[in-house]
């Protein structure tokens, strides 16, 4: 149990494109997902918690305006690159906690990642 | 962002060998959580610890919980090549959802 997908894996673009990235809890359900940053080498960098039904929260500097989060379900929140750049490639992994009451609330289980390219 | 410290950054060991590695803070922990992460790949929860003191293993894999609430200990027992890969701890402070993470530990596995 406790799987979380992300998609797509991999997405190269062209600079000035916008890309969607999806974050689903396949086997339970996630009021509150998490979207993370990495960099080659580096420790996950939080940037945003990403509330079902309410606007998402962003870390310090981080553009909200950039980084567009959408938590429509309680199985699916999204991340949008808007305008993407190169220094805007990186590798984003989303995580997801459970809300069901069997499980501790408190354990993030991670996707798989999105490894975003933008030449 | 904040981050926890992690050591050893980075080590070499034998097949066979034990390993040890742990995080470190100044703040207090309420929950402490340990990933090991492969290349291109995301997280994968190791262990989970919820109380201080608290000693939870996972096949070779045992984590405590420190007793100050400031520190976290990971230790791998006989150690396989599978086992390479980097090992990140996080930490969740109480009265806030986040987790902060440690800056990870590079295992590699000589065969």
């Known amino acids: 149990g406790a799987v979380v997908s992300q998609h797509p894996s991999r997405v190269i673009c062209k600079s000035g494109t916008s890309v969607k990235i999806e974050c689903r809890s396949l086997?339970?359900?996630?009021?509150?997902m998490f979207w993370y940053r990495q960099f080659p080498k580096k420790s996950l960098m939080l940037m945003a918690t990403?509330?079902?039904?309410?606007?998402?929260?962003?870390e310090q500097g981080v553009e909200k305006d950039k980084f567009l989060i959408n938590h429509a379900s309680l199985t699916l929140s999204t991340l949008t690159v808007a305008s993407a750049h190169p220094e805007d490639s990186s590798f984003y992994i989303c995580?997801?906690?459970?809300?069901?009451?069997?499980?501790?609330?408190?354990?993030?289980?991670f996707g798989p990642g999105t490894r975003l390219t933008v030449l | 962002g904040q981050q926890l410290n992690q050591s050893p950054q980075s080590m070499f060991i034998q097949e066979g060998e034990d390993v040890s590695m742990n995080c470190t803070s100044s703040?207090?922990?309420?929950?402490w959580l340990w990933y090991k992460q492969d290349p291109g790949e995301g997280p994968v929860l190791l262990i989970a610890l919820y109380k201080a003191g608290e000693l939870t293993s996972n096949g070779r894999l045992t984590a405590q919980f420190g007793i100050t609430r400031k520190d976290s200990f990971l230790n791998i027992s006989a150690s396989i090549p599978s086992d390479v890969g980097i090992y990140f701890c996080?930490?969740?402070?109480?009265?806030?959802?986040?987790?902060?993470f440690g800056t990870g530990t590079r295992l590699k596995v000589l065969a």
């Open positions: 703040s207090i922990f309420n929950t």
């Open positions: 996080a930490g969740q402070k109480t009265g806030t959802y986040k987790y902060i």
């Open positions: 086997d339970f359900q996630a009021t509150t």
């Open positions: 995580s997801a906690t459970p809300s069901s009451s069997g499980s501790n609330p408190d354990t993030q289980y």
């Open positions: 990403s509330n079902e039904g309410s606007k998402a929260t962003y």
